[in-house]
């Protein structure tokens, strides 16, 4: 299943945990895998806390603190930054499912992460039974 994803901003986390949920109700499938994909070079996916959105905007700070904007790269479209900060969080995620749900602890949530919005992007989620 595919998902349009729309930012608003240069750097975003969006919680795409309900589109997740729900394409792996459309698959039928009771145990097994759910693969989430991003087919960006400055987008990732990341599962992390979906309680207080303070942890997403700490998560958003550090990696600027980590990878600043202006760190004198090569790359001529002047967005190594947000390569970078994709690389690092990657463009996949696995979660397990069972009894036809997604196996996350209590507080995990699936985040689409925009590094070089807005933009509108893909995510694609795939069902398999085991
Ligand atoms: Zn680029």
Redesign the pocket.
Known sequence: MQFRISTGSRDQFVDVTANVREAVAASGVSDGVCHVFVPH??AAVTINEGADPAVTRDILAGLDRSVPRDGGYA?A????A??IKASLLGSSETILVAGGKLVLGTWQAVYFCEF?GPRTRKLLVRVSED
Do not use: K, L, P, V
């Open positions: 070079t400055t790359h479209e002047g967005n190594s947000a390569h070089d």
